[in-house]
């Protein structure tokens, strides 16, 4: 089993920065990648950014890529995503996941309970 814990959710005004953490334990966790995902009220929950294991590889949804920078800390089995230029419409539940790579931005094993990030215009 793999725990996630997210963190560092909250409010700020448009064009502000949010880092968020997700701190992971568990037996297998060093074999997965890791992920970020989002869920905006009334809508479907979907894919923000990936990072694997090792950290040598990302990728980005387009509506967050120059903006979102997603890293981990292997030390601290911790992932972040920073968000800078935040806009009104990323207002949603960021949830961290872990799983395979190959198929990380679509079936994670994986995921945390959420965090919420409000962006007021």
């Known amino acids: 089993q793999v725990q996630l814990v997210e963190s560092g959710g909250g409010l700020v005004q448009a064009g502000g920065s949010l880092r968020l953490s997700c701190a992971a334990s568990g037996r297998t966790f060093s074999n997965y990648a890791m992920a970020w995902f989002r869920q905006a009220p009334g809508k479907e929950r979907e894919f923000v950014a990936a990072i694997s294991r090792s950290g040598g590889s990302t990728y980005y949804a387009e509506s967050v890529k120059g903006r979102f920078t997603i890293s981990t800390d292997n030390a601290k089995n911790t992932v972040y995503l920073q968000m800078n230029s935040l806009k009104p419409e990323d207002t949603a539940v960021y949830y961290c996941?872990?799983?395979?790579?190959?198929?990380?931005?679509?079936?994670?094993?994986?995921w945390g309970q959420g965090t919420q990030v409000t962006v007021s215009s």
């Open positions: 996941a872990a799983g395979p790579w190959g198929s990380i931005a679509t079936r994670p094993s994986y």
